[in-house]
């Protein structure tokens, strides 16, 4: 008997793992109801997820399956500039095609190389103000602030700025992993809305090096990037490339805290770090459901029959646990082999700032390691919460010693 789930509830965070693997077993494609009466799907099975993500039946523009009442309710929320639905994440080829070539070059593995000088800079920065301490919260002192230092810092964004953000994200966080928050979240919404508009005209009539610049010079140039597209570009590289990796520094943290065997393997054996950090994204993924798709058309899936105009969710988390794939799914260990994890999704939508993540994730990692060699977790691991969003997975604190 397959479990009854109820996917949006803390319950469900708290449990996800073992769900996830009853799941895999027992209905691996599973039929449940959105609050907005709309049938959707979970895929919890490694190679269906993959093989749905690279899917082209599966899209990410539902405008033309849905009545405007259900898009209302539930799927995006509108916002002023259509933030959420003229970026690359919500489109499919051609829009996203375009979308995506205008910042590709931005975010190749060389480029991002370039950064590793300064992303050390800003994680040395971040350790001497606490250093003297003996504690800290992970979570505020070092995982928030360092991504979205970077982030700004590619966009063009003065420093003096950057504390706003603070309150602008994560009051964009919580309406977007909880779309009946978003009346809330609206004033803070417009007041980034606004912050973006005065960016956007100062970068028109003073171009710099930075990504703003870019885009603009893209948008009057080439006609290849409408006004709202612009925005809701900015808006993008900021919220998925923020919170996804402020929790893959504090994932990571806990992880390698919560099995102290590996954390000293990784001290002693320093060149291990590219393969911890992708055991950690396979281990506790920051991104647990990629974003939403829907049948574009009728796909017969395993035994189930999708419809068109229904939405799947693929668990992203589930296919990194899936024995079927990886030997010892539930076993953290940061030299494993093979480790094709889907932490970044796969397919077209296949993380653009991947290369990015793991960069700062490694530095932070190395210089933790470095700096603060005896950190340990000052509460007992089983005290640590997760927040509450579904399709996250991050620690709201994470108190420290060293
Ligand atoms: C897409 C995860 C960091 C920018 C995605 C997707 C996943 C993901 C799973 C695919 C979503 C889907 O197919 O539905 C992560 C994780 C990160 C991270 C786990 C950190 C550990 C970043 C960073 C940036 C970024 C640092 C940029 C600054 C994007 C963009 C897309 C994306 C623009 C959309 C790509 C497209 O639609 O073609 N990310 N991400 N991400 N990510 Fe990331």
């Given at each position: 008997e397959a479990p009854q789930l109820d996917l949006f509830s803390s319950e469900f965070k708290r449990n996800a793992y073992s769900l996830y693997a009853q799941l895999r077993e027992q209905e691996p494609v599973y039929r449940f109801m959105l609050p907005n009466g709309q049938t959707a799907w979970l895929i919890t099975r490694y190679e269906d997820a993959q093989a749905a993500l690279k899917d082209s039946r599966f899209i990410k523009n539902p405008h033309t399956l849905l009545s405007q009442e259900q898009m209302d309710k539930w799927t995006f929320p509108m916002l002023e500039r259509d933030l959420l639905i003229r970026n690359m994440v919500a489109s499919d080829p051609p829009d996203h095609t375009r979308l995506r070539n205008l910042v590709q070059k931005a975010f190749t593995p060389k480029m991002i190389e370039e950064l590793r000088g300064r992303i050390q800079e800003i994680a040395d920065t971040l350790l001497d103000e606490i250093q003297?301490?003996?504690?800290?919260n992970v979570m505020d002192d070092f995982a928030f602030p360092l991504p979205i230092i970077v982030i700004c810092e590619m966009l063009g964004i003065?420093?003096?700025?950057?504390?706003s953000f603070r309150d602008w994200s994560n009051a964009i966080v919580r309406a977007v992993h909880l779309p009946e928050k978003i009346q809330e979240a609206l004033p803070q919404i417009r007041s980034f809305i606004k912050y973006m508009g005065q960016l956007i005209e100062e970068r028109r009539n003073d171009p710099d090096e930075d990504l703003v610049s870019s885009l603009i010079q893209a948008e009057t140039e080439g006609e290849q990037l409408t006004e709202n597209e612009l925005y809701s570009m900015i808006f993008l590289l900021i919220v998925a490339g923020h919170e996804t990796t402020v929790n893959l520094i504090g994932n990571g943290v806990f992880a390698l805290l919560q099995h102290p065997e590996q954390w000293e393997k990784l001290k002693s054996h320093p060149g291990l770090i590219s393969s911890a950090v992708e055991e950690i994204l396979r281990f506790y993924?920051?991104?647990e459901l990629a974003s939403s798709r829907w049948a574009g058309e009728d796909v017969p899936f395993h035994e189930q029959l999708i419809r068109k105009g229904d939405m799947i969710a693929v668990a992203l988390a589930s296919a990194n646990r899936d024995e079927a794939q990886f030997i010892h799914p539930d076993r953290f260990d940061i030299t494993r082999k093979n480790n094709r994890h889907l932490a970044f999704g796969?397919?077209?939508?296949?993380?653009?700032g991947a290369p990015l993540a793991r960069l700062e994730g490694q530095i932070a990692l190395l210089t933790l390691l470095r700096r603060m060699p005896n950190l340990r977790l000052s509460t007992d691991p089983g005290t640590l919460q997760w927040v509450p969003a579904y399709v996250m997975r991050g620690l709201v604190e994470l108190p420290v010693q060293f």
């Open positions: 003297d301490k003996g504690n800290m003065p420093a003096e700025d950057r504390d993924g920051p991104v796969t397919g077209i939508h296949h993380c653009l």
